[in-house]
């Protein structure tokens, strides 16, 4: 009954890491959010490469979230590269430098925990360009999606059937991520 009741717990995360994205892709659309490529473009390759990784080291009722956002990652770079942020920063060809780094690190390694703690890494260092970008101006990305994603990330949490290193790391990389995105995106802007 229990691993029932984490696996629903798995969907409903995984649905709502899915949803999260509606106001985000809404608000790139009509030009209130401007994702960063080099977040997200690393984000949809690294989502995949997570994603397999994820499921190698024997993830089940927390696969959903990395699904959700692979899928939601990868329509959110595409739609970067027409509406997001324009240009290439130093910092952002940096990430992307660092972000291909790791990935040539998880092919060279085959060992799925490894790859997993590699891919995690990439994720932190893709998501440093959006975590700047919020914190000087909170209004450039869509406050009820980092919620969403927020919320996704906590429910992830209690879907975890083993607490060991390899099961929990993802969930807990993603919270941490996802939570500190958030907060940086409800704050208001500093005069």
Sequence with gaps: MEEIFMFELGMIAGIV???????????TLNGKTKPNKTTWITW????????????????????????????????????SLKYGEPGWSKLDVYCLTGGILG????????????????????????????????????????????ILFLLSSIINLFAIEQ?????????IVMF???GTIAALALRTKKR
């Design 17 to 27: 890491a899915i949803v999260a994205f509606i106001p985000y892709i809404w608000g």
């Design 44 to 79: 949809a390759t690294i989502d995949f490469f997570l994603l397999l990784s994820f499921y190698a080291v024997g993830a089940g009722n927390a696969i959903w979230v990395p699904i959700a956002l692979f899928i939601g990652a990868f329509v959110t770079a595409a739609l």
């Design 103 to 146: 990935v040539i690190l998880w092919l060279i390694f085959s060992e799925p925990l490894v790859a997993l703690i590699i891919n995690l890494f990439v994720l932190l260092i893709g998501a440093i360009p959006t975590i700047k970008k919020t914190y000087i101006d909170p209004s450039g990305e869509d406050r009820l999606a980092w």
């Design 163 to 171: 607490w060991i290193f390899a099961i929990a790391i993802y969930p």
């Design 176 to 178: 941490f991520t996802d």
